[in-house]
């Protein structure tokens, strides 16, 4: 992505048609959590709590001109109205089945808008038991090559596209998280890729053949979960080659979006830390998958990583070095899509003196995933008539494990992503970056 390829402000590409938003995993609980928000949106029945697309604003210029419009009104993003959904799942219950089965919405917001999520139902999924061991699917695409499978999914996309007229599209996998994978060699380029899917690799899991799909079609893919997908040297390359954007991965939702949040603080106090313990309960499908104990360890990763860049202990050794970081999931029925999230914080101050922060956070893990999710779709579409292609840092707010250049370490302070996220959007849209530095009003006499 050179900057001489991007476009700025009035030569974006406006947002007009369909933008459709395919989902692997649209049946599970975020994705019918984000499906059926956004009809009662639309239907003015429900307002978008936690969109920072439809929310937010954003400050330009000096503080005294007072110019903080909202975010939709201030880049070219899609409307609401224009968005189709569809996509995939390895049970066939379509969206209003699917919405009672989850237990997240209640029926008085599911059942004004049942005609519209009856109509949603999901295409047969790309499944493999050996990478999800605690599902079992039955609604698949059976007796195909991977290849078979990655061209039957892009014919998928093309029927999809022809039948609801649509301009534009973004892959989100909203799937389960598969078990952990190392980066192996047959990653690490195009060719060794492609290689291997053509000999049918038992390595590639089912998340790497929709990214295959979507980025041969030209559609931006994001990885909502922490699986091995597109943050491989392959994928990058397929998606600088196709001029496609690709972000990920895992969103951040929960007990890690609370740590982005605290850890910050305390490294900006120069307050120590001895040990970090977090433990949650959770009883969705999110959760039977992740009583695996290679699933979970996939997930591990994505929530261990982030203290240690915050923290930053290399440069804070005295007050990061060796600190304790310990992370379990625990599989609990009865607590559904209401997760709890459980913290217990060692801190230590002024001559070592100890100290603790204790944390339960009760929340509901669809409800802070959905509006993330559309944040995402809306601004990696906008990302795609920009010109940005391959990693999109920018959106590093979202993820618990943000991709990032090789060489480069990723940002997990939430501040620092915020305005990282918003500085992008000045650059693009021709205003000035705000650095906060403010001595100068108080440099001249005059306010400017």
């Given at each position: 992505m050179k900057e001489e390829n991007l476009k700025r402000k009035h030569e974006i590409q406006r947002p007009e048609g369909k933008l459709g938003v395919l989902i692997p995993g649209i049946g599970g609980a975020v994705s019918t959590t984000l499906i059926a928000g956004t009809e009662l949106v639309r239907r003015n029945l429900g307002e978008p709590i936690g969109s920072l697309t439809q929310l937010g604003t954003i400050r330009l210029g000096k503080r005294f001109e007072h110019r903080s419009p909202k975010i939709k009104e201030f880049v070219p993003l899609s409307n609401l109205e224009d968005i189709v959904f569809a996509g995939w799942d390895i049970y066939e219950a379509n969206?209003?089945?699917a919405s009672l089965y989850a237990r997240v919405l209640n029926r008085e917001h599911l059942d004004p808008i049942k005609d519209f999520l009856s109509g949603i139902k999901p295409m047969k999924a790309v499944?493999?038991?050996?990478f999800v061991r605690n599902l079992d699917g039955?609604?698949?695409?059976?007796?195909?090559?991977?290849?078979g499978q990655v061209d039957a999914v892009k014919e998928d996309i093309d029927v999809f596209r022809?039948?609801?007229g649509i301009e534009r599209c973004v892959m989100v996998w909203c799937g389960s998280t598969e078990i952990y994978l190392e980066a192996l060699e047959i990653y690490q380029s195009i060719e060794t890729f492609y290689e291997a899917l053509?000999?049918?690799?038992?390595?590639?899991?089912?998340?790497?053949?929709?990214?295959?799909?979507?980025?041969?079609?030209?559609?931006?893919?994001?990885?909502?979960a922490p699986n091995l997908t597109v943050d491989v040297p392959a994928m990058i390359?397929?998606?600088?080659e196709k001029g496609v954007p690709i972000a990920g991965k895992d969103f951040k939702t929960g007990q890690t979006l609370m740590k982005t949040i605290l850890a910050p603080g305390l490294k900006a106090r120069a307050l120590g830390l001895e040990g970090w313990f977090s433990t949650n309960i959770l009883g969705?499908?999110?959760?039977?998958?992740?009583?695996?104990?290679?699933?979970?360890?996939?997930?591990?990763?994505?929530?261990?990583?982030?203290?240690?860049?915050?923290?930053q202990p290399q440069l804070y050794p005295t007050l990061y070095k060796n600190y304790y970081h310990k992370v379990t999931i625990n599989y609990y029925p009865p607590r559904g899509d209401n997760k709890e999230g459980w913290d217990c914080i060692d801190i230590y101050g002024w001559l070592g003196y100890p100290m603790q922060i204790k944390v339960d956070f009760l929340c509901r893990d669809s409800i802070l995933a959905a509006p993330l999710i559309l944040d995402l779709v809306l601004f990696m579409d906008l990302a795609q008539r920009v010109g940005m292609s391959g990693i999109q840092e920018w959106l590093s707010f979202y993820f618990k494990s943000p991709m990032h250049k090789e060489g480069?370490?990723?940002?997990?302070?939430?501040?620092?992503?915020?305005?990282?996220?918003?500085?992008?959007?000045?650059y693009l849209m021709g205003e000035d970056q705000i650095t906060h530095f403010g001595l100068d009003y108080y440099m001249n006499d005059s306010p400017e």
């Open positions: 969206a209003y089945e499944f493999d038991r050996r039955s609604y698949i695409k059976e007796g195909k090559s991977l290849r022809s039948r609801n053509d000999q049918d690799d038992s390595r590639i899991p089912p998340s790497m053949i929709y990214a295959v799909a979507a980025l041969e079609s030209g559609i931006p893919f994001i990885n909502g390359e397929l998606a600088k969705n499908r999110d959760g039977l998958v992740l009583d695996d104990k290679d699933s979970f360890k996939t997930k591990e990763e994505s929530k261990l990583s982030v203290l240690e860049y915050i923290l480069l370490y990723p940002e997990h302070d939430l501040f620092i992503q915020s305005m990282k996220l918003k500085n992008t959007l000045r």
